[in-house]
């Protein structure tokens, strides 16, 4: 091969050297030096993977569904192109984090208002806020949370004929095993049939999270309980979802309020019959 060829050659593969060297520069270079907009604009393209909630009262949950995290995700980007200034000063009710597969983490506070990234994307409550609330509540109603949240509530009142009292602990230590057995129900022909075939009226368990608020909506959950199923609601719920789950919560007659008192009345009600109409059975003289 010639000089000249070989030469020729060589500064060819120079040139070429040079060029990738400058492409990284100018191009691949500038994938790695993104700034912070850019970089929470990224996720629009990305896949949420992880959803963690922490309820002021309830405690803290994962969403799991990847379903619903996308169902979620949706709203949240629409209501990131909103700003609204500064959003009032009020208590949140949620604390979120929404992480993406590309690294990428959204945080958020929901109460009467909005903030999402830091911003402000509703100061008062709206259609968007309403939802995402109602399906944020919707991972508060497994039966292991449930359980969780009824052992952590510091008041629980029992309500049935009309009267009411607090559950003693072993009481209560029983109401939470039957509540972490129970199953969730989704077929709402299977929940009316259970519905119907319940005998006497429904009781009521409330549980407030915090004593001292006690006119706190999102401090109140309250469980209805049937013969074979119980629903639950939480209070600040503005849609007024209920969710219905199969279980018996009281299998005995431990926990009925009045239960003795109406069994002594029942009875000293017989025996005063029984009195009043002693004279009926005498022979007449």
Known sequence: MKASTIAYLFLMG??????????????FGRLHVLDEPKRLNASDDSLPTE?????????????EDGTEVQRITTLLKQMKTVTNGTCPADPATFNGTL???NGTTWTF??????TLNG?????RPSTQTTTLKARFL???????????????????TWYAAGRSRTLTAREREDVKRRLAQAEPMTDYEEVGQALDASQGQPRILKLQRF???????????????YETLFSVQYMDDDNGNTFYLKGQLLQDNSCRPGRRRNDEKRNALLAEYHLSHEHLDRPQQ
Request: with cysteine; charged share 20%.
């Open 119 to 123: 911003q402000c994307v509703a100061k």
């Open 138 to 156: 919707n991972a508060y109603h497994e039966p292991e949370q449930l359980a969780r949240q009824f052992a952590e509530a510091e008041v629980v």
């Open 109 to 114: 506070s929901l109460g009467e208002s909005m």
């Open 14 to 27: 120079v040139l070429f050297a040079l060029g990738l060297l400058l492409l990284q520069q100018t191009v």
């Open 211 to 225: 004593k001292d608020e006690q006119n706190t909506r999102a401090n109140l959950l309250n469980i209805t309980v």
């Open 99 to 101: 992480r993406f597969l």
């Open 51 to 63: 959803l963690t909630l922490r309820h002021r009262a309830w405690g803290e949950q994962t969403v």
